[in-house]
């Protein structure tokens, strides 16, 4: 099987075209040594057999279609219409490059100008990129973009140890070549405890809002310290749950990142994602990453293009702050799809049947004798529950029960061996919910 | 400081934005009631306002539709990116991807519960391993530009492992693709830029001079890239590749150009020690707009403990009692670290699995063997028309330059302009830098010799109307929904949202 048109007939003309004999010609620049080498791969299927084959792989999964998921930590499962995926089945989307050539492009610039305009709208930002990676990788950049603004004179970045673990790992992966130091994560630091370690040798201070633990921290207190020491406060937010409440540009917030699966992308075995970026005017033009502006063309038309673009790698090469290439372009276009759906009574709508939802899971599981609920904060759809035995031993027992259990969180922090995040989205059932109820009673 | 989101006068719109469609109390989706006892909502945490659209299905059916069909794409002509490698997106891939126990399968679920996704991973590292001569592949960068990232933080954790923390510099072609220097930079690493001779190659003097001159110490290694971003097979790339190991530094080979070099030569075998692929370029993965891209990297042994991760591994062999080996995530041991949550742009693996399935050993050779011919048909029927440096028989792509002899006004820009009237998108402008005006130009195999003819006569009837009247190139597009736009205006009013504009009333 193959997607190479040529005949017999059509290779020989363009040989002839070119004046050489045989295709092999034109390699006389590769060593001869090294040339034409066997590449060991099992011999080509055909479409049917590829279906089949990865059908089966896919069948042998244990996923949300088949079983309640009641695990978050990061990703979602959430309901994404139907006119979502047949937006992004459309080739003119999906097959279309980068918009470099903006005339032949306006259908993805003006997407992802829309999106922009949601995530501003969410986030309570005057401005967002066209998108990063993921929402580690944009936590990264935001180290980037704080220590620009305080012009590389500061080398220390608060984080708190409530931050989704791998982002903070990715953050440090990230700025290895650098001399900048990350504190305050590595015990069980209390927000009170972050505003003590402020400084004026401090960049940036990042929290999660909501937390890896589910939970909604008191921020009213923080913005001004924050700024009170020169520094930016970055905060990591999960877009489902802005739908509800108070924005983090109200909050104070100067950069606000996060990932956006839960808003339309599907959980896919973790990508890809669609990390987003959005500032105040402030810092706009300091943002990594693809922007797209309007304007106008020759005629008056409204269009729209690429701006801002000497930031990018490709015009100041060693001198970019990041060597960002690709955004996750369709990914976007799905969040702006899901969005422009929910829109602004559907987003709160299905907020509010998380919340309810896990309010309810998390009052029949506090009931239980052996497990008892952390309340210590206010939640939105994720909450932490301390069990009877490990949590592996429990999931080994739901998974019999047809039922993906909490995240085990005993993995990634050490004070919270035997504690599980069990998160409940709209996608559970009141049913789905009283048998895991159940199942966890018999665990007791 | 400008103002964001002045009013930008437009006298009109192609299609209004979704705010703009928007009326109040109209909603897109039909939501399930609430069927649990509800909790009181914490009032004082909530948020007043959430202006988002509020649009009827149909009318964001329509809206999106009306949308794509402003795009050009590889589904409805010819993309002949230099650079990007626009070959057709398989349609059964897209199915793959979207199977339920794929779509619908949580990152963090259980090893046990993820082995067929799992097994995906494993044989296509595999496979990326194979293809290009390497010792062991991961795939959780999430696009090229972290693939050369993670590429060029191996490279430094590999010199201070071995407690040499003097090797702080990368040499770098001119002739390289930008994410190449601002990854150094983002490394913390400092770039040395080589010049390029004039047949396209390395100046493998000027690259001698520097290994054995007084850096010689500092080299950390190099990026290239192969063939080069001329579309140059580099013709001496055995010395350059010993000049940089004998001065103690690692090679690195950025793979964005892998189409031609399947089943032709294996880098590894080249002697690098570590590439990236562009499972989006040479693998079919869709480019989607700009992303979601994926950037695996491979190395040869010395560098296999440094990989990013995790990657994946076999943590139980096959037996007597178990016919499948049992596959888990494991971090290398001397890693990098992290690059990305979870463990890449797994939607992408699997329709890199199919494509891989759907060719074989011999059908990825005939990939690059059709990628090339094509590249050097084009190239051949155009040196007539157009000024073509380095002549030589290229790679799977070329490089011309985009101008005429006696036409001031004309430039490679406007070339491409006009080209979007004749419904084909125009080719990489501008790079590389080292030629002027230059035109990079990549078929790719799946481009029939009907299409290739098509260009061609385009491309020539390009040239005589830039001398018959070249303001039909200057003010184009013509035939495009837009005209030309200002993109200095862009920049300088910056709009990069839409003012949520409701109808209260």
Same mark, same amino acid.
């Given at each position: 099987m193959s997607y190479i048109p040529h005949t017999e007939l059509e290779r020989q003309q363009m040989l002839s075209a070119i004046g050489v004999t045989t295709i092999e010609d034109l390699f006389d620049a590769v060593p001869a040594s090294h040339r034409f080498p066997k590449l060991n791969l099992p011999a080509a299927f055909s479409e049917m057999e590829i279906a089949a084959e990865m059908q089966a792989l896919a069948d042998s999964n244990e996923h949300a279609g088949d079983f309640a998921l009641f695990r978050g930590a990061g990703a979602y499962h959430h309901y994404i219409p139907s006119v979502v995926n047949h937006m992004l089945l459309r080739g003119e989307f999906y097959t279309a490059y980068t918009p470099y050539q903006p005339e032949v492009s306006q259908g993805t610039l003006q997407a992802i100008f829309e999106y922009q305009s949601m995530m501003c709208t969410l986030m309570g930002m005057d401005a967002a990129n066209a998108s990063h990676y993921d929402g580690a990788t944009s936590l990264a950049e935001a180290v980037t973009v704080a220590m620009e603004v305080t012009r590389y004179k500061r080398k220390k970045v608060i984080l708190s140890h409530?931050?989704?673990?791998?982002? *903070?790992a990715v953050v440090r992966t990230y700025h290895q070549g650098r001399d900048w =130091?990350? $504190?305050?994560?590595? %015990?069980?630091?209390?927000?009170?405890?972050?505003?003590?370690?402020?400084?004026?040798? &401090?960049a940036m201070l990042a929290v999660s809002y909501p937390n890896f633990f589910g939970q909604i921290e008191d921020f009213k207190a923080l913005a001004e310290k924050v700024h009170n020491v020169g520094a930016l406060l970055v905060m990591m937010v999960n877009p489902m749950a802005m739908a509800m409440y108070k924005s983090p540009g109200e909050l104070g917030a100067d950069i606000v990142v996060g990932e956006g699966q839960p808003v339309g992308v599907p959980l896919g075995f973790g990508g890809p994602y669609v990390g987003f970026f959005a500032t105040r005017s402030d810092?706009?033009? =300091?943002?990594?990453?693809?922007? $797209?502006?309007? @304007?106008?063309?020759?005629?008056?038309?409204? !269009?729209?293009?690429?701006?801002?673009?000497? *930031?990018?790698?490709?015009? *100041?090469?060693?001198?970019?702050?990041?060597?960002?290439? @690709?955004?996750? %372009?369709?990914?976007?276009?799905s969040a702006c799809v899901y969005l422009s759906l929910m829109g602004k009574r559907g987003l709160r709508t299905v907020a509010e049947l998380n919340y309810h939802k896990a309010h309810y899971a998390a009052d029949q599981i506090d009931a239980l004798p052996g497990f008892s609920v952390n309340r210590e904060m206010p939640f939105f759809n994720e909450f932490v529950v301390k069990c009877p035995r490990p949590v592996a031993e429990i999931n080994e027992a739901l998974i019999d029960a047809g039922i993906v259990g909490g995240y085990d969180l005993g993995q990634d922090y050490a004070h919270l061996k035997d504690h599980a995040l069990?998160?409940?989205?709209?996608?559970? &059932?009141? !049913?789905?919910?009283?048998?895991?109820v159940e199942e966890l009673r018999k665990l007791a | 400081m400008t103002d964001l989101n002045p009013t930008l006068k437009a006298n009109s719109a192609l299609e209004? @934005?979704?705010?703009e469609i928007s009326q109040p109390g109209r909603i897109g989706v039909n939501l399930p009631k609430c069927d649990v006892p509800e909790t009181p909502l914490p009032t004082e945490l909530l948020r007043d306002d959430l202006d988002l659209p509020?649009?009827?299905?149909?009318?964001?059916? *329509?809206?999106?539709?009306?949308?794509?069909?402003?795009?050009?794409?590889?589904?409805?002509?010819?993309?002949?990116?230099?650079?990007? &490698?626009?070959?057709?997106n398989p349609k059964i891939n897209e199915d793959v991807a979207r199977y339920s126990g794929f779509n619908l399968l949580h990152p963090l679920a259980d090893e046990d519960s993820a082995q067929g996704a799992l097994h995906v991973m494993y044989t296509l590292q595999g496979w990326l391993a194979e293809v290009s001569g390497f010792d062991a592949v991961s795939l959780s960068p999430a696009?090229? /530009?972290?693939?050369?990232?993670?590429?060029?933080?191996?490279?430094?954790?590999?010199?201070?492992?071995?407690?040499? /923390?003097?090797?702080?510099?990368?040499?770098?072609?001119?002739?390289?693709?930008?994410?190449?220097?601002?990854?150094? @930079?983002?490394? %913390?690493? &400092?770039?040395?830029?080589?010049?390029?001779?004039h047949n396209g190659d390395v100046d493998l003097k000027a690259l001698k001079a520097v290994c054995e001159g007084p850096e010689r110490d500092n080299i950390a290694g190099m990026m290239i890239t192969v063939p080069s971003t001329l579309g140059l097979f580099e013709r001496q790339i055995l010395d350059v590749i010993a000049a940089v190991h004998d001065a103690g530094g690692l090679m690195y080979m950025d793979g964005a150009n892998m189409n031609a070099l399947m089943g032709i030569v294996k880098p590894g075998e080249l002697g690098f020690d570590v590439m990236h692929y562009n499972l989006h370029k040479t693998f079919s993965t869709p480019h989607g707009g700009g992303g979601p891209g994926s950037g695996a990297v491979g190395v040869n042994e010395k560098l296999k403990p440094f990989l990013?991760?995790?990657? $994946?591994?076999?943590?139980?062999? !096959?037996?007597?009692?178990?016919?499948?080996?049992?596959? %888990?995530?494991?971090?290398?041991?001397?890693?990098i670290g992290r690059l990305k949550a979870f463990h890449g742009n797994f939607g992408m693996h699997t329709r890199a699995y199919a494509y891989i399935r759907a060719y074989g050993g011999e059908g990825l050779r005939e990939v690059s063997r059709h990628a090339v011919l094509n590249a050097n048909y084009v190239r051949a029927k155009l040196m007539d028309t157009y000024v073509i440096p380095y002549p030589r028989y290229c790679g799977h792509e070329f490089v011309l330059e985009g101008h005429f002899e006696g036409v001031e006004d004309v430039h490679a820009l406007d070339i491409s302009k006009r080209l979007m009237d004749y419904g084909i998108h125009p080719p990489t402008n501008y790079f590389p830098l080292i030629v002027p005006e230059a035109l990079l130009i990549e078929p790719t195999e799946t481009e029939s010799k009907q299409t290739l003819d098509e260009f061609i006569e385009v491309m020539k009837k390009i040239a005589v109307e830039a001398r018959e009247d070249s303001s039909l190139l200057t003010t184009a597009p013509h035939n495009a929904p837009v005209s030309r736009l200002d993109e200095v205006r862009a920049a300088k009013q910056l709009v990069l949202c839409c003012a949520p504009v409701f109808k209260d009333s």
């Open positions: 409530a931050i989704n673990p791998q982002y *903070r =130091k990350f $504190v305050g994560d590595g %015990g069980r630091a209390t927000q009170a405890d972050l505003i003590d370690m402020l400084d004026d040798n &401090t810092y706009v033009r =300091k943002i990594a990453g693809r922007i $797209v502006g309007e @304007t106008v063309d020759q005629d008056g038309r409204r !269009a729209y293009v690429m701006t801002l673009r000497p *930031r990018e790698q490709d015009i *100041r090469r060693e001198k970019a702050s990041s060597n960002i290439c @690709t955004n996750q %372009g369709l990914m976007a276009l069990l998160c409940v989205t709209e996608m559970n &059932t009141k !049913a789905e919910i009283d048998v895991l | 209004p @934005t979704i705010y509020e649009a009827s299905e149909l009318d964001v059916v *329509r809206h999106f539709v009306k949308l794509s069909h402003l795009n050009h794409s590889i589904d409805k002509g010819f993309y002949p990116l230099g650079s990007c &490698t626009m070959k057709y696009a090229g /530009a972290q693939g050369e990232f993670a590429g060029i933080l191996m490279i430094r954790k590999y010199h201070l492992d071995r407690g040499d /923390a003097e090797r702080t510099k990368i040499l770098v072609p001119n002739s390289a693709h930008g994410t190449n220097p601002a990854t150094v @930079t983002m490394a %913390g690493l &400092t770039v040395i830029e080589l010049p390029s001779d990013p991760g995790p990657v $994946v591994d076999i943590v139980e062999p !096959a037996d007597d009692e178990n016919e499948e080996p049992l596959y %888990g995530f494991v971090m290398p041991e001397k890693s």
